[in-house]
C-alpha cells in the first residue's frame, strides 16, 4: 500500500509559468513532511517542509500548501524557470527519528 | 548546510563480488543513517535504518545477509553488498540525520553500483 501518492507522474510547463505539484497520504501520524528536488545521477536534496499544523509556507519561488483535513499537501513553483527542471519527490514521516516515505516522483521539464 | 558524502560514487564489479559503499557525515555528528535503493525512474526505496553502536533495521524484503550495514561511528556507515549479482545493479543513497530531535534528513549523492 502506497502510502504517499504523488501527481502527476510527469509535468510540462512553459518558462515563467506556475507548477503544481500534489500529493496525498493516509497516515494522520505523520507529522513532517518535506519536497525534495533531484537530478539525474544525483541525491535528493531539501527544498522546502513543512509540518501539519501551518497550512502554507513559502521560500522563495517554491509553496508548500497543506491541507490537513484533505490529507493533501502541493508544492508551487512560481515563475517556473529551465533549471527548474528535475525530479520532485514528496515525502512524510510519521514521528521523529523514522525515515522518511517518498511519494513516486513528479518529473518536472521546463521549456524555454 | 549539512553535508553527507559517499565513496566510490560508481562502481562496477564481476557478479559473486562483494561491494562495500561509505557514507559519511562531514560536519555533522549523523545519529541515524539510512540507506535507500532507487532503481532508474523510480522512488527512493529505504532498505536499512542504522543508529550508531547498533544493529541496523532493515525493512520487510531486504536481505540482511546479503546487504550488510554497519554504524560504526557517529561520522561513517558502510553499505556492503555480498555476493553481487546483476539484479543488485542500481543507485544506492545513504542519508543522515543529526540529534533525535532534528526533521531534516541530509541526502548524500548516491552510488551507482552495476554488476556485470
Known amino acids: 500500500q502506497q502510502q504517499v501518492k504523488q501527481s502527476p507522474q510527469s509535468l510540462i510547463v512553459q518558462k515563467g509559468g506556475i507548477s503544481i505539484i500534489n500529493c496525498a497520504y493516509e497516515?494522520?501520524?505523520?507529522?513532517?513532511f518535506p519536497w525534495y528536488q533531484q537530478f539525474p545521477g544525483k541525491g535528493p536534496a531539501l527544498l522546502i517542509a513543512?509540518?501539519?499544523?501551518?497550512s502554507e509556507k513559502k521560500e522563495g519561488r517554491f509553496t508548500i500548501s497543506f491541507n490537513k483535513s484533505a490529507k493533501q499537501f502541493s508544492l508551487h513553483i512560481m515563475d517556473s524557470q529551465p533549471g527548474d527542471s528535475a525530479t520532485y519527490f514528496c515525502?512524510?514521516?510519521?514521528?521523529?527519528?523514522?525515515?522518511?516515505?517518498f511519494g513516486k516522483g513528479t518529473t518536472l521539464s521546463v521549456s524555454s | 548546510g549539512a553535508v553527507v558524502s559517499q565513496h566510490p560514487s560508481w562502481v562496477i564489479c564481476k557478479s559473486g563480488t562483494s561491494v562495500k559503499i561509505e557514507c559519511r557525515s562531514l560536519?555533522?555528528?549523523?545519529?541515524?543513517m539510512f540507506w535507500y535503493r532507487q532503481f532508474p525512474k523510480q522512488s527512493l526505496m529505504l532498505m536499512a535504518t542504522?543508529?550508531?553502536?547498533?544493529?541496523?533495521?532493515?525493512e520487510q524484503g531486504v536481505e540482511k545477509d546479503k546487504f550488510l550495514i554497519n554504524h560504526a561511528s557517529l561520522t561513517l556507515s558502510t553499505l556492503t553488498v555480498t555476493s553481487a549479482h546483476p539484479e543488485d545493479s542500481s543507485f544506492y543513497i545513504c542519508?543522515?540525520?543529526?540529534?533525535?530531535?532534528?526533521?531534516?534528513?541530509?541526502f548524500g549523492p548516491g552510488t551507482r553500483l552495476l554488476v556485470l
Open positions: 542519508s543522515a540525520r543529526g540529534s533525535a530531535s532534528e526533521e531534516t534528513q541530509y
Open positions: 497516515n494522520t501520524a505523520f507529522d513532517y
Open positions: 513543512i509540518r501539519p499544523d501551518v
Open positions: 515525502a512524510a514521516r510519521y514521528q521523529a527519528g523514522t525515515a522518511l516515505i
Open positions: 560536519d555533522f555528528q549523523a545519529t541515524t
Open positions: 542504522s543508529n550508531e553502536g547498533s544493529k541496523a533495521t532493515y
